[in-house]
């Protein structure tokens, strides 16, 4: 007895429950603090000697759920002996989560509770294990009714079927737990009850259990179809006691697997009829799968061995080059584009084939297989060729564009007029050969058009222009026409290169241009002729008839003093005709010589040379003169008849001053639609334009009493404009001033 109690003696019970992960506690309830021993501390995972009071969590934390348990449960001891047994959570102070099986008892005296007695035992593992299982048994459970599977037992020896909750789901079973067997065959669908019958004679019978499908029929009606599989036990005597299944509700299978072969089924009528197949092809295996009417559009023994040679030994020897350089490419460069070619059967048929597919990737980005169809086009491929025979026999330049605006083909004048070769267009988008400055303009057009499709010419309401290859435009006259077929509608587009028709029209316009003016030149120089030979008529003929009366006069005179007299009157009348006549002769060169050197002449500069040469009539008039040529300040015109135009504009204004005012000028310059605008303003004495405003510019012709007016500056400054092509223009009121406008 002694050695046993040394075993178990009070070091190797702290042991064992330390090993237990057991600890022991008191609460005192006169200092409301717990006493704890080693084995606690270390479960809870705090400091030895840490106090613990009553009503705080201290160093633990826990939710709030513990916390209401524990003071309930204290309670329910203290005041009524309730034993205390809960199993509750903490957190300890470094953050992990402990479960604990906490029980307690009170200690009374004189009927009091002085103290609680308990202990404690780690429990977390056994909750985390409990919690995997809880959360394994649930996603079973949601596995299982995702899959509609249901599992149940058929008692052989008392003929009982019982079945789990989701198989009374899944066969609709409303019966009570244990059922006679009978009870469920009723719920089998008529047509298969018998079957079901046998099958599950024939499975006892051999004592193997064979899976089977059958349908039920549910309450409300539903027919359900229903997968069967299970595994039959025996006693020690090998008979069969039951029989464990799974029953699983494939009905949305059978739908979807019934919709693929009716699928099937119309695809192989579509290929058929599209005289068309889909293949695969496993570039590491080298294993090649045909539809069965691919098979038959190769005249090929169906279900026969295929490879990618078998394939490749019907392509027509001109086309495998072609053939060859696109599989290499689809394969290089992941994507497989559509290619037409022709393979030639072992019976000498030549057909025409398009093969449209899809490279297949896996994870890695590495090819694993190529899939496609392969469709029989002889006969568009044959209407196509003649088509394109008659696109080419077309005199212009003709594209054919479909959906999209892609262009299908392209004739030889085309590929002359742009420079493109067909594969460098076909396919690609029409727009390619219009300039973008141009798409406004071309929309509309396009719109009307495929609203009402007929033959109609492109009027953009301006020049229309295509792009050659090498980016230069071509001025082109675009014909629009419909093409229906089964595709759709195709668009023909005649294209005629009108070149040397712009070229020939803007010589036309050109020559017209110069022929008008030319007329103009000559109108008005026939006007200006016109009116010279009025004026040298009008102002030649009174000092020529002066002059003839006075030789007149002198014949019948013998007095020598009279004669004196008359030759001093001979004098003055020749000087006026020679004046005359020495303007005419002026004016006359100035309309002659219209081809006088021109040079850039600033106005500015002109200014202060004419303003020099007038410094003394400035100075003795107190002519204030200002001037803006800011707008334009520079001409190409003869210096000449600039500085004379301004000497005598600015000589005017000074000579027909106003006595009341000092004379103020304002000469500026202005812009208008790019011809230069130059005005001359003063505040002079102004001029009836009422009364002389038709013989402003004649020769000779004074409006206001001053001894050096003699009516040849306004003549000699308009003949030098309009000799230049310039007009002169005047706005004056009386007492006011006058504004000279020249446009050059």
């Not at 079927?161 to 059922?179: A, H, P, W, Y």
């Not at 003869?638 to 000589?651: A, D, R």
């Not at 002389?692 to 012709?701: D, E, P, V």
């Amino acid at each position: 007895m002694k050695d046993h109690k040394n075993i178990i003696g009070p070091d190797n019970a702290s042991s064992i429950r330390a090993l237990l992960r057991i600890g022991t506690w008191k609460l005192n309830m006169g200092a409301g603090t717990y006493v704890l021993d080693n084995a606690t501390y270390d479960i809870l995972e705090i400091p030895y000697g840490t106090v613990l009071r009553r009503g705080e969590n201290g160093p633990l934390d826990r939710p709030e759920k513990t916390s209401i348990q524990i003071e309930n449960g204290l309670k329910n001891l203290i005041e009524a002996g309730i034993p205390f047994d809960y199993e509750l959570e903490f957190t300890t102070p470094k953050g992990n989560t402990r479960w604990l099986h906490i029980l307690a008892m009170r200690k009374l005296e004189n009927g009091n509770c002085t103290e609680v007695v308990g202990i404690l035992q780690d429990i977390t593992k056994t909750k985390q294990r409990e919690n995997k299982l809880f959360q394994q048994n649930q996603l079973l459970n949601l596995a299982v009714r995702k899959a509609k599977l249901g599992h149940w037992n058929w008692d052989l020896k008392t003929d009982t079927f019982t079945c789990s909750e989701n198989m009374r789901r899944i066969i609709d079973f409303k019966g009570n737990e244990f059922v006679p067997f009978e009870t469920v065959l009723n719920y089998i669908y008529p047509e298969d009850k018998e079957y079901v019958k046998d099958q599950l004679a024939i499975n006892i019978k051999n004592k193997v259990f064979e899976n089977f499908t059958h349908r039920l029929v549910t309450h409300d009606g539903e027919i359900r179809t229903i997968d069967v599989s299970g595994d039959i036990y025996f006693d020690s005597d090998n008979n069969i006691t039951n029989i464990l299944g799974i029953s699983q509700d494939v009905t949305a299978y059978k739908k979807i697997e019934l919709e693929v072969i009716k699928k099937n089924e119309l695809l192989t009528l579509a290929e058929q009829k599209a005289l068309l197949g889909h293949w695969q092809w496993n570039i590491k295996t080298d294993e090649v799968f045909w539809s069965a009417n691919l098979y038959y559009l190769f005249k090929q023994e169906e279900n026969s061995k295929l490879e990618f040679d078998t394939y490749f030994g019907y392509v027509h020897p001109e086309d495998q080059q072609d053939v060859t350089i696109h599989f290499n490419n689809a394969i290089e460069d992941k994507v497989f584009n559509k290619i037409i070619h022709r393979i030639l059967l072992k019976d000498g048929t030549l057909k025409w084939i398009l093969l449209l597919g899809e490279v297949i990737l896996n994870e890695k980005n590495e090819i694993i297989k190529l899939v496609g169809t392969c469709q029989d086009v002889t006969e568009q491929q044959q209407q196509a060729i003649k088509f394109k025979g008659l696109v080419d026999s077309a005199p212009s330049a003709t594209l054919i564009v479909g959906n999209g605006n892609v262009v299908h083909m392209i004739n030889k004048q085309a590929e002359n007029l742009f420079g493109f070769l067909p594969e460098e267009l076909e396919g690609k988008s029409v727009e390619l050969l219009f300039p973008p400055r141009l798409e406004k303009k071309r929309a509309p057009h396009r719109k009307k058009f495929l609203a009402n499709p007929k033959v109609k010419k492109i009027d953009i309401g301006e020049d229309l222009y295509m792009v050659h290859k090498s980016g230069k435009e071509i001025p082109v006259e675009v014909t629009l026409g419909p093409l229906e077929t089964d595709e759709g509608l195709l668009i023909s587009m005649a294209i005629r290169d009108i070149t040397a028709e712009k070229r020939y029209e803007r010589k036309i316009l050109k020559a017209k241009e110069e022929l008008e003016i030319l007329t103009e030149e000559l109108t008005a120089q026939n006007l200006q002729l016109a009116d010279f030979t009025q004026i040298t008529s009008h102002n030649l003929r009174a000092p020529v008839s002066n002059l003839n009366s006075l030789v007149d006069i002198y014949k019948l005179v013998d007095n020598e003093e009279e004669r004196k007299e008359l030759f001093q009157k001979f004098e003055t009348v020749i000087d006026h005709l020679t004046l005359t006549l020495n303007t005419l002769i002026e004016a006359l060169s100035a309309k002659s010589n219209t081809a006088i050197s021109r040079s850039d002449i600033s106005f500015s500069k002109t200014l202060i040379k004419t303003q020099e040469i007038l410094t003394a009539e400035i100075t003795r008039t107190n002519a204030v003169i200002t001037s803006d040529f800011t707008k334009a300040d520079t001409i190409k015109y003869p210096k000449i008849y600039l500085e004379s135009i301004f000497q005598n504009l600015i000589g005017n204004a000074l000579k027909y001053k106003s006595q009341d005012r000092i004379p103020r000028i304002e000469i500026t310059s202005e812009l208008n639609n790019g011809n230069v605008i130059l005005n001359f303003k003063d505040n002079g004495l102004g001029i009836d334009l009422n009364k002389h405003g038709h013989k402003i510019f004649g020769l000779n012709k004074v409006f206001h009493k001053h001894p050096e007016a003699k009516g040849i500056g306004l003549f000699m400054t308009k003949t030098q404009i309009e000799a230049m092509g310039g007009t002169i223009s005047i706005a004056s009121k009386v007492n006011e001033g006058t504004t000279f406008s020249i446009q050059f």
